[in-house]
């Protein structure tokens, strides 16, 4: 009986062992297993900008960059601040880069440098003050021909509206200045100097208000004159033989003012409401003939030496006017108003015209020539409006009747 009951126990110890055994194996696996599955971990590789992700169980990070073929040269710089075995983690590669640095002294440096702009600042023993500026963040990595620059911050004035203010900007740009002023932009409004131009210290700004407006103007339409020759009229002969007439338009123009100025009108529409008339003038071709020229002049004065003529006509002259010639005669005798015996060659005139004495030389325009003649008398037309310009002496009625009313040109000579 006891036997049986020993027999028993013996065996249930083995079958219990045989359990322990087992749970102690899958224990010891899943150990294995959880260890294994902890030794892998994330590391991001930063370099010029780019990140690689990699999964990785190596246990330290020079390892790591060589399974990535990753080269870390002399003058490089590796960043593994931020670098924890067996942790998602991450490692900086700096790559030298030859960069230019100027400071607030104007002093410029060049060198190879791995790191960030702060990083350059720092071991150059350069400090950025309150008033200065530098032109990349501190974070800034650095890359190849960077020209790094520390300068004090620019000193501006901006002027709008009336006022202007002083401040201190860095680099910027005007438009940006301006910005910083606290001054609001209207969509005409402009600034001087341009809007991109790139601020520099002691810069005057100024803003200009810019007004739009429209006005609608009726204005003339100037007439041209237009000249044409006619062998009809006689050499020095100058007749309107076409009226001009002013024209009228309107127009509509767009003003721009700055600052209360105007200081630009253009034209924006322009619509003809009557068209101009020209003028014509016809000037005279035809020639005095050589008779008349020569010794068929009604004047019996003699011609003085220094008065020439060519093609019938004085050369020189103080000028001329056209008009209408009558014609009168008298005793042989008889007085003028200036004291001249009456002869053919002494004229009535209007003396607020021709004072007595001036000398004229007198051509028809149908080619007669009256000659040389002088300003001796008053002419009755005017007292009585006929509209006439002369009144040409003849020495007797007939030749008055054969001259009767002529057009003629006067050539005033002094």
């Known amino acids: 009986m006891i036997r049986k009951i020993k027999g028993k126990t013996l065996a249930f110890k083995l079958r ?76 900086v590669i700096y790559r030298s880069a030859d960069v230019c640095l100027t400071t607030t002294d104007g002093k410029t440096v060049e060198t190879a440098f791995a790191g960030t702009v702060g990083d350059l600042l720092e071991s150059r023993s350069v400090k950025v003050l309150e008033d200065d500026e530098i032109n990349y963040p501190d974070y800034t990595v650095l890359t190849e021909g960077m020209k790094v620059v520390v300068q004090k911050a620019n000193l501006v004035t901006v002027y709008s509206d009336g006022e202007e203010k002083d401040l201190r900007v ?32 002691g810069m005057v700004i100024s803003v200009g208000r810019v007004e739009i407006e429209e006005r609608t103007e009726t204005e003339v339409i100037d007439y041209t004159t237009t000249t044409k020759e006619s062998s009809a009229f006689l050499t020095g002969t100058r007749q309107v033989t076409s009226a001009g007439k002013d024209g009228e338009k309107q127009v509509t123009y767009v003003d721009r003012y700055v600052d209360g100025e105007l200081v630009e ?29 020569s010794g068929s002049a009604i004047s019996e004065l003699s011609v ?94 007939e030749e008055c009747m054969k001259w009767g009313a002529r057009d003629v040109i006067i050539y005033v000579l002094n």
């Open 265 to 293: 009108s253009t034209v924006k529409e322009e619509k003809v409401l009557k068209e101009p008339v020209n003028e014509v003038i016809t000037v005279g071709t035809r020639a005095v003939s050589t008779s008349f020229a």
């Open 304 to 397: 003085p030496a220094s008065l020439q003529l060519e093609n019938g006509v004085p050369v020189s002259y103080k000028s001329v006017v056209t008009g209408k010639a009558a014609s009168y005669t008298a005793s042989a005798g008889a007085g003028t108003a200036s004291g001249r015996k009456v002869k053919p060659g002494y004229i009535a005139v209007d003396p607020e015209q021709f004072p007595y004495g001036t000398e004229l030389y007198i051509v028809a325009t149908d080619g007669t020539v009256y000659g040389y003649a002088i300003a001796a008398d008053t002419g009755g037309f005017v007292h009585n409006g006929s509209g006439f310009t002369v009144d040409l002496f003849m020495n007797s009625y």
């Open 16 to 91: 219990a062992l045989a359990v322990i055994l087992v749970l102690l194996i899958v224990a010891l696996t899943v150990t294995a297993f959880a260890a294994t599955a902890a030794s892998i971990y994330t590391v991001d590789i930063y370099e010029n900008g780019a990140v690689t992700r990699v999964e990785t169980s190596k246990q330290d990070a020079e390892s790591i960059l060589k399974g990535m073929r990753i080269e870390v040269g002399e003058n490089d710089k590796l960043d593994l601040s931020g670098f924890t075995v067996g942790q998602a983690s991450s490692i």
């Open 170 to 201: 860095g680099f910027v740009t005007v438009g940006e200045a301006v910005e910083q002023a606290g001054v609001t932009l209207g969509e005409d409004d402009v600034i001087s100097p341009s809007a991109d131009t790139a601020v520099e210290d």
